[in-house]
Every structure is written in structure tokens, then in C-alpha cells.
């Protein structure tokens, strides 16, 4: 998301949300809320999700945790770009801010910045309470750093709970490649739910991983890592050779590609495929419901 002169370019989303100061009577059900918030001009902008029951003083804090100034001292507020009456911060977010076009603003110190509903979804037990998605650009040096700030707002206790879930191989895979970016993932995935797999299918996917190497388990894990997040070959190729280089594992001083990494892992790829959750070239058999659920059980062990 940037533009050509290198500034990240800020979305420009509808106004379709209630009329400003109005907010309902009636609360709506519980949501995951997606906020834009932006400093228009300064090409600095961060991608929310907030559990809509969030008091607006915790949003408070989850603005300052993205923004990599909860740890300095400046006058900051959240207030309607139309009421004068001032907001109450015991209030929940979505009082203020839950359909597309909502709109607050939060002043910290000189700056002004915009909070944009982008969208809602329903959510689950399992479902982050706060999470920034995405974002761009630094704010009074603060650079962005999207592991940190989610390791920020989750909790390093909560992230070790989360981690406790998983597989033990990967919980020391996680810890080497020293990366918190993926612990949202394991908390959505929900890795300690039962699993809806056959007995059969779980017979055969609990031997995997088949390989015995270090390097090729490590790119096990990082290629079931990329396959979770259910995104583009072309991505889940970078999210892959960027785990590996975390990890310090190179071909003659160079990275390793997505095509070196699957095939140290070839054997138990090849096992996925029979199953339908994996294809190497065009798309797997199973549907992404499916194949998550296959990952998921991989993922816990």
C-alpha cells in the first residue's frame, strides 16, 4: 500500500455509517470491528481489529501500543469529528464505531488522527480481542513493527499460553525463529478444539513430519506455516523463505527459495497432496475449510 512518491497511500472508504453523534440506543451483537487509523498527509496508518465490547479507554491503549507511544507521556483523547460533548471512556467501541463509514478521532499531543470503520465480522472465543493487521509508516521515529506491537498487545503471558497449544516441536521451532507474528494465527486456529478429522485421516497425518534433518523438518514447519494462512502462492512462497532466513538456513550465502524449502519436505508434502490439502501447482482438492482443518491438527500435534 504506497504510492509512487514512497508515502503509504491511506483508503479511502464510503460514509455509510450513522449519522455522526448519534450513537444507537441499542448496542449491537458482539463483532470484531476493522478500524483504519490514520494521519492523513504523513503517509503513517495502522489496520485494527477490536472486539466491539473493548471500552474506548482500552482502545485508547491499543491506539498508543500501535502506534509505539504507550510508553510516552502526552495529553491524547478520542473524540466525535462533530459532537462537542466529550466521550465517555468507560463506553464500549461500538457505541462509536461499528459500521462502515463510522468515523471517531484520537488527538495525541499535536497530532490528529482518524478512525475509520473499514468492517466487522462475527467472532469466537478463539478470535484475538486486539490485533493489528497491517499498517505502514513511523510515527516521531516509532518505525512500524508488526510482531511487536502484537506481542505488545496480547501479552507475552497470554502468547506463551497460546504457544503452550501447539505442537512441541514447532513451540521450539517458534522460539529459534524468535518471530511472535504468527501466535494470532495458532490463537484463531483455536489448536486446542477437538478435531473434526476421520480416524483415519488423523492415523495418517500424525506421522508426519517424515523427514529426519534438521533443515528439512524446520522447512516443514515453515511450509505448513505459509500453507495456514490460506493466502496466494506468491505469498505463502515469501511468508516460507522468510521464515527459513529467520532460522540462519541459506544455499551458499543465499536464502533459500520456496521451491528449495518444499523439497526438503517433499515426502510429507506428498502425503498432504494424497489427502487433497496441498498441490504444488494450481489448487488443492479439499476446500480451505478443509484443508485448515488438516493444517490445524498438524499444527497442534
Known amino acids: 500500500m504506497s504510492s509512487s512518491s514512497g508515502r503509504a497511500a491511506i483508503l479511502p472508504f464510503p460514509r455509510q455509517g450513522r449519522v455522526q453523534g448519534c450513537p444507537p440506543k441499542v448496542l ?6 476493522v478500524l483504519q487509523v490514520c494521519l492523513r498527509g504523513e503517509g503513517v496508518y495502522r489496520i485494527l481489529g477490536v472486539k466491539s465490547s473493548l471500552s474506548l479507554a482500552e482502545l485508547g491503549e491499543v491506539l498508543a501500543i500501535a502506534l509505539g507511544v504507550d510508553e510516552v507521556s502526552a495529553p491524547h483523547t478520542l473524540r466525535d469529528p462533530v459532537s462537542p460533548q466529550p466521550l465517555c471512556p468507560q463506553h464500549p467501541v461500538s457505541q462509536q464505531l461499528f459500521y462502515p463509514g463510522d468515523r471517531l478521532l484520537y488527538q495525541w499531543g499535536l497530532w490528529c488522527f482518524e478512525l475509520n470503520v473499514v468492517d466487522s465480522h462475527p467472532r469466537d472465543t478463539a478470535t484475538p480481542e486486539r490485533l493489528c493487521i497491517g499498517g505502514a509508516g513511523e510515527f516521531i521515529g516509532r518505525n512500524f513493527n508488526l510482531a511487536h506491537i502484537n506481542s505488545r498487545l496480547s501479552g507475552e503471558s497470554h502468547s506463551a499460553k497460546v504457544l503452550a497449544t501447539a505442537h512441541p516441536d514447532l513451540q521450539d521451532w517458534v522460539i529459534r525463529a524468535g518471530s511472535a507474528n504468527f501466535i494470532p494465527l495458532l490463537q484463531a486456529l483455536d489448536l486446542s478444539r477437538p478435531t473434526t478429522l476421520s480416524t483415519r485421516t488423523q492415523r495418517a497425518l ?9 533443515l528439512s523438518r524446520d522447512s516443514w514447519w515453515a511450509t505448513l506455516i505459509s500453507l495456514s494462512c490460506l493466502c496466494g502462492r506468491r505469498e505463502q512462497a515469501r511468508i516460507t523463505e522468510e521464515l527459513m532466513d529467520s532460522l540462519g538456513w541459506s544455499s551458499g550465502g543465499a536464502p533459500l527459495c520456496a521451491e528449495d524449502i518444499a523439497h526438503q519436505c517433499r515426502d510429507s508434502l506428498a502425503v498432504l497432496y494424497q489427502l487433497g490439502a496441498y498441490c ?3 489448487e488443492a482438492r479439499l476446500s480451505p475449510v478443509e484443508r485448515l482443518e488438516i493444517y490445524r491438527f498438524l499444527l497442534a500435534g
Not at 449491537?28 to 470491528?33: A, G, S
Request: hydrophobic content about 35%; glycine content about 6%; overall charge negative.
Open 28 to 33: 449491537p451483537p458482539e463483532r470484531t470491528v
Open 206 to 214: 500424525e506421522l508426519l513430519p517424515l523427514e529426519t534433518s534438521a
Open 280 to 282: 504444488p501447482a494450481g
